[in-house]
């Protein structure tokens, strides 16, 4: 199973699809501490929950890009994405980040697709009224590793059989 994180410090959402993209859940966690060290032993007690109650395979999480002018939110939850490769280091599970603007294309068709239509189309395709953006796009993140990982196999036996 692969599990899709929407990574921040204060705000993060945590999806798990299996591989023939059926959503098992996904869910919204908003942290209560005041300071960083406190937000992340919640986010990682949350991690490793969701890591020792399901089977997962992949962590699968954005690649956050700092928006210099737009505040320390990029780099604070890169603080975020530290705690996840540590945690996953020490489950031994691979984690794997994807470029925002992949997710986009992949899902909504556009890499430069709004949130709007990000939301409006995992609601399509999983018949859900997922209202959280950060749970959509928690969705997306797990959707777009399946779908590239299935395109890849894809091209690989392709390739096998035009050798032959």
Request: glycine share 4%; aromatic share 8%; charged share 30%.
């Amino acid at each position: 199973m692969i599990l899709g994180i929407d990574q921040g410090i204060t705000n993060i959402a945590y999806s798990l699809l299996d591989y023939d993209e059926n959503l098992i859940f996904t869910e919204y966690q908003k942290t209560k501490s005041k300071d960083d060290y406190n937000k992340l032993k919640e986010i990682k007690e949350k991690v490793e929950d969701i890591l020792n109650k399901y089977d997962i395979d992949i962590i699968v999480c954005e690649v956050i890009y700092q928006n210099f002018g737009r505040g320390n939110g990029g780099m604070r939850a890169n603080l975020t994405t530290g705690l996840l490769y540590a945690v996953s280091i020490d489950k031994k599970i691979e984690l794997i980040q994807i470029p925002p603007a992949t997710v986009k294309k992949v899902v909504a068709g556009s890499c430069k697709a709004k949130k709007d239509a990000v939301i409006e189309e995992i609601n399509k395709i999983y018949k859900e009224n997922i209202k959280n953006n950060h749970c959509a796009d928690a969705v997306a993140i797990a959707l777009t590793y399946i779908k590239q990982k299935k395109q890849s196999i894809a091209e690989k036996e392709h390739f096998i059989r035009k050798e032959v």
